[in-house]
């Protein structure tokens, strides 16, 4: 800071230092870091004759193709009974299904007018919905597509804080609901009720908290084989243009406490929270997922579709940079995991959403099909794309 | 308020006229927004030199309730996207809001400028407070309109499009607000 400031002898006298809690701490006063800004994604679904379909890169033997466009922000995916994908939205108020019927796909807005409803979850016939400060539940969703009724809500003992409020939502093999509270700002000491994980009945009853430590996690799924729950989450911003990385962890048992705001990828204190504690106090990530990436949805995947190596690995959508001059992330990327459970390595599955340091799409979600094809969600443009492997069936690309 | 319902009421006889130009239409915005978009009405920004991205959020928010203000949520009921997209062109292409003719008391402006640095308004708002792409032009916005506004982030009862305005506001108090406005709506 000090440094860049003796660079800049024209500029106006030092700020004055923020006050604690503000989004901006740690901003560097210099003009690289003055032009940046979050991306906000455009308000209208791409339509689909603009969509960048022919930008998309995935590996040789793999095809990409869009599945269904027109649902402006389009976010977490969960998948119903009957082949319904719900898609929930976290800048407008809609959730969406795309209807699959005689061969044909047809997308519905079923609920509208609700407050940030980024998480979608499906079990049993019910179709779960994570608003900001409140999950509401839907059933019998997939009968009752073209007239659903209202949704009922279960849980609404959450914070309503804006950052970070938006949830991702999953039930877990325990038929529990996993519902995240985020840290309420950027890097910022908080109260017992945010900064973590929790999880609940599905009659919303029984709140439990699993993590502690969490700043922002968009995805979470468990391991088909030893069940346990691995998250993705977001670290700080403005530490550096490098650091700290996005974290995927795994919870070994309840309560664990994974460093946010104390320490950031199981070993960088933090330069104001971190005095007075080690990062040795907390659980470390299994893995590094890259510098302000933004790793978002991911799941295990346990289709026959793919090559024999993607069986139990993690596909993972990183939705990508604003905190960094030259963007990073903006792809899906497919982890390998080592026995032990930590991560291997990572490789790209789908690139080219980023061209010339710009966005032409954002992947936020990932879902496995029935097939074993592979759906992902992209808030840029407003659809969600498949991904199959083999011999493509569908003309394109 | 009575030259708001007379607009409403021009607007709407505006809107149904499919073969209405441009101009015609958006004679109903200038009723309340001032010629050329340099409004003169209490409460109600200018809408000259706003970025483009900022303003179809807006009038998005707008047309879809997300930002809730009876007058314009009315306005944009009937608007396809198509005409999201020429407003908000058109918005961007009428001339900035001039400085008000006082240059502003000192005291006052250093105080605002102040605030401005230290919660680095200037940043994603740019140096001048022009804005940029979804990131709207503060600069010279009329001063009660930015009370108005800055207090309602701070309370959430307005909902951004994204949390960042929130997020900001929670450490900003109620009497810095009042000096942001007077700043921003002074700068030159």
Known sequence: ?397 | MRSMIAALAFFSLACSANAETMEERTAACFACHGEKGQSETENTPSLGGQQAPYALIQLFMFREKLRTFEPMNDMAKGFTDDDLQKFSDLISKLPKPKPPEDAGEGAKMQRGLALVQQHRCNNCHNADLSGKENVPRIANQREDYLNKTLGEYKDNTRHGYDATMADVMQVVTKEQIADLAYYIAHVR
């Open chain 1, 1 to 397: 800071m000090y440094g860049a400031a003796a660079q800049q002898p024209a500029s106006p006298p030092a700020a004055a230092p923020l006050p604690p809690g503000s989004p901006m701490i740690g901003r560097p006063d210099n003009e690289a870091a003055q032009k940046l800004a979050p991306v906000a994604p455009p308000p209208l679904a791409a339509a689909p004759d603009k969509l960048p379909l022919a930008k998309l890169k995935v590996p040789a033997g793999f095809n990409i193709e869009v599945y269904a466009a027109g649902m402006a922000n389009a976010r977490s995916l969960a998948l119903g009974d009957k082949g319904t994908v719900f898609v929930g939205s976290r800048l407008l108020d809609k959730v969406y299904a795309i209807i699959n019927k005689d061969g044909k796909r047809e997308v519905k807005v079923i609920a509208s007018g609700l407050y940030r409803p980024n998480g979608v979850a499906f079990k049993d016939g019910t179709l779960y919905i994570a608003e900001l400060s409140k999950v509401s539940k839907i059933e019998k969703i997939e009968d009752n597509l073209d007239n659903p009724p209202k949704p009922v809500v279960i849980y609404d003992n959450l914070p309503k804080d804006e950052a970070h409020g938006w949830k991702f939502i999953a039930i877990g093999p325990d038929n529990k609901l996993y519902v995240p509270v985020g840290q309420p700002g950027n890097n910022v000491l908080h109260d017992e009720n945010h900064g973590q994980i929790r999880r609940i009945n599905l009659d919303g009853s029984g709140a439990e908290v699993v993590a502690r430590g969490v700043r922002n996690t968009v995805g979470f799924d468990w391991n088909p084989e030893t069940k346990q729950l691995y998250f993705t989450d977001n670290s700080r911003d403005w530490m550096s243009e490098d650091l700290p990385n996005d974290e995927l962890n795994r919870i070994t048992k309840v309560g664990e406490h994974f460093g946010s705001p104390y320490c950031w990828q199981g070993n960088i204190p933090d330069p104001e929270f971190g005095w007075g504690h080690s990062c040795s106090e907390f659980t470390p990530p299994v893995g590094l997922m890259g510098p302000h990436a933004a790793a978002l949805g991911m799941r295990f995947y346990t289709g026959s579709m793919f090559p024999k190596t993607f069986k139990n690995a993690i596909i993972v959508a990183r939705h990508g940079s604003w905190n960094k001059t030259v963007k990073f992330g903006g792809d899906v990327v497919v982890v390998h995991l080592n026995k032990d459970g930590t991560v291997k390595n990572i490789e790209p599955l789908i690139t080219g959403f980023l061209e010339d340091n710009k966005y032409v799409g954002r992947p936020v979600d990932v879902m496995q099909l029935k097939d074993g094809s592979l759906l992902v969600s992209d808030d840029w443009n407003g659809a969600v794309w498949r991904v199959t492997y083999g011999k493509q069936k569908v003309a394109g690309q």
